[in-house]
């Protein structure tokens, strides 16, 4: 199935796992030593400077004015932009296991990994000239905390960033982190802009420390960007990067039609992550490819996200943001003014907005009963989709069929026990469904992306598996954008996802995080009394709305234990098992990312760290560095 939609990073790199972390101390220049790659993308001649690249990619952002790591929505293709425009803090290494120096120079924790000191870099400047130090830091994280969805993601990590001195600074921990300065490499928030382009109100043009600059942008056709003469970055030889001119981003959203502008050579180099279209790369001449399947960063996971509570974002609720339809919001209204949160506006938290899609309207109607926030469906569906079948059919045997979180490769993967094919068991769950809430049909709402053929495709053998068992399927096509914010905001029953390929599964934790809806809210709960005890409520990016406490418990025990410790270990392996009980996802297989590039364009799966010499990793899977490359 095509990915081309935001949703398969939003805001990072978000992570699967392999190899264990590495970084549990210091990092400092030199940790990893160069490593030969394979000959495919990496070039070792001298480079030929000069030229402009053109890149296909699959999606482009709404508004250009934000593209930041503080105020964008970065998906693969963001991520692509962003390599151009900005520098990270850190970078990974090439085996995928430790952050690397990059406009930050190390990271040292305290004993207990609630406080992470990160040392920066002297002598970098922004685009127009302003210098990068803690200050620069400390403002892209206030901006991040302040935009009303990047700030979710990261809530549930970072307390605080203060400055220590003018290039040292220190993060505060929500919980224990021993894995953080991953996040600082892999998370949008690691790109740092220059203070006077931060803000959602800003309509200037984007301003980096990156080895491009601004050049135009025109939304969902091309953004053009030219070389930084003034980059910080060296290579090894001590030639200054880029070596390009320039470098132009194509939005080119179906999947064929990126295949045909690189054969045509209307651009040099795309991303391609439908298994189909991968297939044909392979059969071009003249065109190089790698791919992500045996890379460190394992490749993300292509599924089904169900809204497994048939509500609305609950987490929303408590906050205040569905105000507008009469769900006042117990923290703005009562919590924050110190009063008690009356049952009724408790009881609109958890359950006011209950309701499903209309397959009529394809709108969010709360007269009607959700069926997916039953695990018994929610089970039967996983028992009725023949993933080898779709593997094979939908993604053309690229990539491997999943089970879970992790490829079997893992350190972190244990056979998760996940619902076998079983289309009569499957049946019997539905029939038995049907007669305890006396019903005739059973039926869904899929959100599909409306411009991409295999998208739809997708969805025709979805509809012939699940309605092969009793379940009434109906499609809503949506452009990406409206796909996201209808999960965001939990207007959906069923959407086309993938996402949680990474280097490490730390990076997932907030997309699964909950809360205690009884806890009060100084002690990390949402201090609502009317519910059950023991009540989670999913956390507000946690967009399947699982709320499960024993998942919540698993993250908390591997976040806070050694890298590559046992604790850890067992941790994210847990969350996987539940997982397989729960069913807030329909697993299907991995989503391989393919780079293939036209024969003249060099060293493009080649990038280093900050130094120029210690190799890291790149592409990283959906995302490529630019400073690098050349054309011969």
């Known amino acids: ?81 962003a390599n151009a425009l900005y520098d990270p803090l850190f970078v990974m290494s090439y085996d995928g296991k430790t952050a690397l120096p990059m406009l930050a120079l190390s990271a040292k924790p305290n004993a ?70 991953i996040s600082l490499a892999e998370q949008q928030i690691a790109y740092m802009a220059a203070p006077s382009a931060l803000g959602s109100n800003y309509t200037g043009k984007p301003i980096g420390t990156g080895p491009f600059k601004f050049k135009s942008w025109n939304v969902g056709v091309e953004s053009q960007f030219t070389k930084n003469e003034k980059y910080w970055r060296k290579d090894g030889a001590g030639r200054r990067l ?83 339809i009469g769900v006042p919001g117990a923290y703005p209204s009562y919590i924050a003014k110190g009063q008690p949160v009356p049952t009724q506006v408790q009881d609109a938290d958890w359950l006011g907005t209950a309701g499903a899609v209309n397959p009529s309207t394809l709108q969010w109607d709360t007269t009607l009963k959700p069926v ?43 056979s998760p026990n996940y619902p076998a094919y079983n289309p009569t068991r499957a049946k019997a769950l539905v029939d038995a469904y049907k007669t305890a809430n006396k019903l005739t049909s059973v039926g869904i709402v899929i959100d599909i992306l409306s411009d991409d053929a295999s998208s739809q495709q997708a969805y025709s053998f979805f509809n012939q598996q699940l309605s092969a068992i009793g379940i009434a399927t109906t499609p809503r096509p949506l452009v990406q954008s409206t796909l996201i914010n209808n999960v965001i905001y939990g207007e959906y029953d069923c959407a086309q996802w993938n996402q949680f390929g990474g280097v490490d599964p730390s990076l997932n934790y907030v997309w699964f995080v909950s809360l205690s809806a009884t806890g009060s809210p100084a002690d990390g709960g949402l201090g609502l009394t009317s519910l059950p005890a023991g009540t989670n409520i999913a956390g507000a990016v946690n967009f399947a709305h699982q709320a499960d406490p024993v998942v919540e418990d698993a993250m908390l025990s591997a976040l806070g234990s050694k890298p590559g410790s ?53 592409p990283d899977g959906g995302s490529a560095r630019w400073d690098q490359i050349w054309k011969s």
């Open 372 to 414: 997916l926030n039953d695990v018994s469906i929610r089970t039967a569906c996983a028992m009725a989709i023949n993933r080898k079948t779709y593997f094979k059919l939908i993604d053309g045997s690229i990539g491997s069929v999943a089970d879970g979180l992790y490829r079997k490769s893992s350190p972190f993967y244990a």
């Open 112 to 181: 207990n990994y609630t406080t992470w000191t990160i040392a920066l870099r002297h002598g970098v400047q922004f685009h127009d000239g302003t210098n990068f130090d803690a200050a620069v830091v400390v403002a892209n994280y206030n901006a991040a905390a302040a935009n009303a969805t990047v700030g979710l993601a990261i809530q549930p990590i970072i307390a605080s960033v203060t400055e220590v001195n003018s290039f040292t600074v220190e993060y505060k921990m929500v919980v224990p982190f021993a894995a953080f300065p």
């Open 242 to 324: 880029p070596y390009l001119d320039g470098i132009n981003f194509k939005t080119i959203v179906d999947s064929v039609s990126r295949n045909e502008a690189l054969q045509s050579g209307d651009v040099d180099m795309i991303l391609q992550e439908t298994g189909d279209q991968i297939a044909q790369l392979k059969k071009m001449s003249g065109i190089s490819m790698v791919t992500d399947q045996t890379q460190p960063r394992d490749p993300s996971i292509n599924s089904l996200i169900l809204n497994t509570t048939g509500t609305l974002n609950q987490y929303f609720c408590w906050a205040g943001e569905f105000a507008s």
């Open 566 to 618: 046992a604790a850890e270990i067992r941790g994210w392996r847990t969350i996987n098992s539940q997982f397989a009980k729960d069913i807030p996802y329909l697993w299907l297989d991995q989503t391989v990312n393919a780079w293939a590039a036209r024969s003249n364009v060099q060293n493009w799966a080649y990038g280093t760290a900050a130094d120029g010499t210690t190799r890291c990793l790149s």
């Open 1 to 81: 199935m095509s990915s081309t939609i935001d949703r398969r990073s939003f805001l990072t790199h978000t992570a699967a796992t392999v190899g264990g972390v590495a970084m549990a101390g210091t990092v400092v220049d030199g940790l990893l030593a160069n490593v030969a790659g394979a000959a495919t993308g990496v070039a070792k001649g001298k480079p030929k400077l000069g030229g402009v690249l053109t890149v296909g990619t699959l999606s482009d952002v709404a508004n250009y004015h934000i593209f930041n790591g503080s105020d964008g929505k970065l998906d693969d293709s963001g991520f692509c932009v």
